[in-house]
């Protein structure tokens, strides 16, 4: 399988993901709305409205955080690495991947545990096991680890190229 046929299926990756996110963020919207008009003019609430958004705001932030590692836009002291020489700059860069690697490894295995624990455990008002709910923590921890791998070796090639092109001019 070829560098091609991974960004292909990479980017129809992101494009579900664009789209669960619309979707999701639409009906979190819909369902919180008819829940504060069922408040108001009804006096009541509806049980399974606040379940419903609270599991689609989990959802909702998991996803989102692979579109914004993507486009390298989670928060950052961006000033500082700026400020710092080309190799030096990579090298801290390839460093903070390593750690965020390792961190997510114990995310995904962590993730997991919690997935299957609560398997059997459903929720009070959708019924839906907690473990469906939990499932988007390996799953977007996975997808992060990859995004965060192929970065490492994006870095590692353009110090291996400053390299040899320092190695030419001399």
């Known amino acids: 399988m070829g560098s091609n046929a991974l960004?292909?299926?990479?980017?129809?990756?992101?494009?579900?993901?664009?789209?669960l996110l619309a979707v999701f963020s639409a009906v979190l919207v819909v369902v919180v709305f008819t829940n504060v008009v069922s408040r108001y003019f009804l006096d009541f609430a509806l049980a399974w409205a606040e379940e419903t958004a609270r599991f689609l705001f989990i959802w909702v932030t998991f996803l989102g955080a692979i579109l914004v590692h993507d486009s390298?836009?989670?928060?950052?002291?961006?000033?500082?690495?700026?400020?710092?020489?080309?190799?030096?700059?990579?090298?801290?860069?390839?460093?903070?991947?390593?750690?965020?690697?390792?961190?997510?490894?114990?995310?995904?295995?962590?993730?997991?545990?919690i997935t299957i624990d609560n398997?059997?455990?459903?929720?009070?008002?959708?019924?839906?096991?907690?473990?469906?709910?939990?499932?988007?923590?390996?799953?977007s921890a996975f997808i992060l680890t990859i995004q965060t791998v192929a970065k490492l070796f994006i870095l590692g090639k353009e110090l291996l190229e400053s390299e040899s092109n320092v190695s030419h001019n001399l």
Do not use: C
């Open 72 to 113: 390298n836009e989670h928060m950052g002291l961006e000033f500082v690495v700026q400020a710092l020489p080309g190799k030096i700059r990579t090298v801290v860069l390839m460093i903070a991947d390593i750690i965020i690697i390792a961190i997510l490894a114990f995310i995904v295995k962590g993730g997991i545990t």
């Open 119 to 139: 398997l059997a455990w459903k929720s009070a008002a959708l019924e839906i096991p907690y473990g469906l709910v939990y499932s988007i923590v390996p799953v």
């Open 7 to 19: 960004n292909t299926a990479y980017n129809a990756l992101l494009k579900v993901i664009k789209f």
